[in-house]
């Protein structure tokens, strides 16, 4: 009798301990959440619970209305649904509001490893608590066919284009690294390597060096994946000065719709050995001022509220090609409801050493309009160099039209163009017609 009266004292024991356990471990998961600002949301999604403790993943959700990853638990439910929570302390937390016991969970605090992998539109991610690392190739696969008087009709397929992308932040988030292999590179198998640093944490105030695009005109700046047409105007290709080795001061003010920028660079351009007692100077300012336009030509986006944005900027450089050239640039920007358009000025003195002055202008407007919103969009240009006001209908002049396709926004898309060069300087006539398909993985 009473060895088994000691044994189930024994176990009631045993259990109030195991409560007590429970309890605490419960009661810890609270102070923990207390300690980062007390956050306890419960949402239903389809046939499922969401259950977070972390404010940023709530926030992501609600941003991207998909269901984050997280750990699942199949019919956890009250009612039998799959409840997905955000982390360990959101399962404690759901526990004590749902009066279930507290359940331990293994911490390996010494240990760091990848917090965060992902893969979305192409670009594969890596995250820990001490970096961040994306991947990212670039394919563009073509067919060309061109028609000139001193060649006739030629036509061939191609890769266009094929770079990869290394980025991310190393330390501490404001310490963003850049570093863009060019697989069919001319010179160069390097085409981008940067270090930026973030000073005020807000993006207001930032440094960058290595080799990246001078900050001048707004074409030249937005990347080849995102174009309109299968390649950039020869206007951009002849007034802006592409990459170069330099220093650059930036930032980002009222909430993003200021943006400034101001370099020194070799004035060199893509030959890294010259080296230069005159640099060159650049700098680039942009309102917009009904919120974040973007480095893209297309609305893809199908913005329900109408962006705009007005740049200007200037450069000086005293050593290419022997001439001192003193350039100003101006763009405008504007998109709403799957209509873009976009137009560019270019005016460049040139002064060289033993010639007279010369006045060269270029100019480009384009507009895009989508037919199905997100999916199919056509696009015009016009297009116009004088390189000289000293000549007389030494023009050059583009015409051209754009249809493009987009399975998967930038990642996947379908791109044709035809344009008619007239130089008028030669009497010379080109047309043009390009398929292309763009990809990244």
């Not at 050239?325 to 002064?351: A, I, M, Q, T």
């Amino acid at each position: 009798m009473i060895p088994g009266a000691l044994r189930f004292v024994t176990r009631m024991r045993a259990g109030a301990v195991a409560a007590m356990v429970g309890l605490l471990l419960v009661a810890f998961s609270f102070r923990v959440a207390a300690a980062d600002g007390l956050f306890y949301v419960e949402e239903r999604k389809d046939s499922r619970i969401l259950v977070f403790s972390r404010p940023a993943s709530f926030q992501e959700w609600q941003s991207t209305g998909e269901i984050p990853k997280g750990i699942v638990r199949e019919k956890a439910g009250p009612a039998g649904e799959t409840v997905v929570f955000d982390s360990t302390d959101a399962i404690n937390l759901y526990n004590f509001k749902h009066d279930k016991p507290g359940e331990v969970f293994p911490r390996d605090e010494g240990k760091r490893g990848v917090s965060k992998f992902e893969w979305k539109d192409g670009k594969t991610t890596f995250e820990s608590e001490t970096g961040a690392f994306s991947l990212e190739t670039e394919l563009q696969a073509r067919w060309k066919f061109d028609e000139t008087k001193e060649n006739g009709e030629q036509s061939a397929f191609s890769l266009r284009r094929a770079k990869t992308k290394f980025e991310g932040w190393i330390y501490n988030k404001q310490l963003t690294y850049l570093l863009k292999v060019d697989w069919f590179g001319e010179e160069h198998l390097v085409a981008d390597a940067t270090l930026n640093y973030d000073f005020t944490g807000n993006g207001a105030v930032q440094i960058k060096t290595g080799r990246f695009k001078v900050p001048y005109g707004r074409q030249e700046l937005i990347s080849f994946t995102r174009q309109q047409f299968c390649d950039r105007t020869d206007v951009t290709e002849e007034f802006t000065m592409g990459r170069d080795y330099g220093l650059q001061i930036w930032g980002l003010a009222w909430g993003d719709r200021f943006e400034w920028r101001a370099g020194v660079f070799n004035g060199t351009g893509e030959d890294a050995t010259k080296s230069t007692n005159n640099y060159e100077y650049a700098g680039r300012i942009m309102f917009q001022p009904w919120g974040d336009v973007g480095y893209s030509e297309s609305d893809l986006e199908n913005l329900d509220h109408p962006r705009f944005a007005v740049a200007l900027a200037g450069s000086k450089n005293e050593f290419r090609e022997g001439i001192s050239r003193d350039s100003v640039e101006g763009d405008v920007s504007f998109k709403y409801s799957g209509v873009s358009l976009y137009g560019e000025f270019f005016h460049r003195r040139n002064l060289p050493r033993e010639l007279a002055e010369t006045t060269s202008t270029g100019l480009i407007s384009q507009i895009g309009v989508f037919l199905l919103p997100g999916k199919f969009e056509l696009a015009f240009r016009y297009a116009r160099i004088d390189p000289s006001d000293l000549e007389r209908q030494d023009e050059q002049i583009e015409k051209g039209v754009a249809a493009n396709w987009y399975f998967h926004k930038h990642a996947l898309k379908l791109q044709g163009d035809y344009r008619q060069i007239d130089d008028r300087a030669s009497g010379s006539k080109t047309k043009e017609a390009r398929l292309q398909l763009q990809y990244f993985f």
